[in-house]
């Protein structure tokens, strides 16, 4: 029954905020151009539910010699593709607005697993083998607020399994919460494969 509250939840939220965000959103997108040339808005396909692909939509925060199909985790070195304006948006996560078409196409949900790019192979076979493709990918989850880029593939997967399997309003608002939080402190942020590596180096030396 929630799941289908859940549904008719993300088409009413995601029309307003699209209503409500579009003066924000052009700004943005103005601000985007103006930085950096070309198209405001950045493509990229995604492994969304039960598998499937699909095409999601982000505000472009890096330069447009930036690899197209690499996650930036996986880039030695991220920052010299991020333009100016990129590196407000993706601390604030404003580059995320564009998701909200695909909320409203029905691609993505306000809140579940992150999508994926399809060359993520570690983790994409973890959260095949959790179940953890059994929901909409979110624009937020469980995952993001459990330490979003600082965590591994294997326990990244299994947070993502443990939403899909626990999918309730209790833990949708609970997310929502600590998603906020995250935003403003920019918890879990990090850029680039190494930065990444050698947080979990520290943390596997530390236990």
């Known amino acids: 029954m929630y799941r289908c509250l859940k549904r008719g939840a993300d088409v009413l939220l995601s029309l307003t905020g699209l209503l409500l965000l579009s003066p924000l959103f052009l700004l943005l997108s103005a601000l985007i151009r103006l930085d950096s040339g070309g198209p405001a808005i950045f493509k990229q396909q995604r492994v969304g539910r039960h598998g499937r692909l ?121 997310i929502i919460a600590f998603s906020f939080l995250c935003v403003l402190t920019a918890r879990g942020v990090r850029e680039g494969a190494t930065e990444f590596d050698e947080e979990i180096d520290e943390r596997k030396r530390a236990s």
């Open 54 to 174: 699909f095409m999601v939509y982000k505000l472009r925060t890096m330069r447009q010699s930036t690899p197209s199909s690499v996650a930036t985790s996986e880039l030695e070195n991220p920052v010299a593709y991020i333009t100016r304006v990129g590196r407000i948006l993706r601390k604030t996560s404003l580059d995320e607005l564009p998701q909200l078409f695909n909320v409203l196409r029905g691609d993505m949900s306000l809140i579940g697993p992150r999508p994926l790019v399809p060359g993520e192979k570690d983790i994409h076979e973890a959260r095949m083998e959790r179940g953890a493709y059994d929901v909409r990918p979110g624009i937020t989850g469980w995952a993001q607020v459990n330490g979003r880029d600082c965590v591994d593939p294997e326990t990244k997967a299994t947070l993502d399994a443990y939403y899909a399997n626990s999918i309730s309003l209790w833990l949708d608002l609970k």
